[in-house]
């Protein structure tokens, strides 16, 4: 099971950081990612980190959002700087069936935390 937490409210230029535990099974041998998505339109993804910490990002957060796990905390981390009003959607944590996040494959997934830039 993952659980985010983290989200709100911001001004534009504000900073949030979301978090996504996970119980039940550790998540230290699997990439994990970040996905956002807008009501009527596409979930996209935004940042993946693999297991040794290789991470990657979409071009709309590059320089913006790190991605970044503890892993003996279990926990996934998305620290967002810099928001703009097109940040807001709802972000999701996942993990993946593979290690380094060269397959694309998520088979878990958390419930979602609201984030809101305006």
């Known amino acids: 099971q993952l659980v985010e937490s983290g989200g709100g409210s911001v001004e534009v230029g504000g900073s949030l950081t979301l978090s996504c535990v996970a119980s039940g099974d550790t998540i230290g041998r699997y990439c994990l990612g970040w996905f956002r998505q807008v009501p009527g339109k596409e979930r996209e993804g935004v940042a993946a980190i693999g297991r040794t910490g290789s991470a990657t990002y979409t071009d709309s957060v590059k320089g913006r959002f790190t991605i970044s796990r503890d892993n003996a905390k279990n926990t996934l981390y998305l620290q967002l700087n810099s928001l703009k009003t097109e940040d807001t959607a709802i972000y999701y944590c996942?993990?993946?069936?593979?290690?380094?996040?060269?397959?694309?494959?998520?088979?878990?997934w958390g419930q979602g935390t609201q984030v809101t830039v305006s």
């Open positions: 996942a993990k993946a069936i593979d290690e380094f996040c060269t397959r694309g494959e998520y088979n878990y």
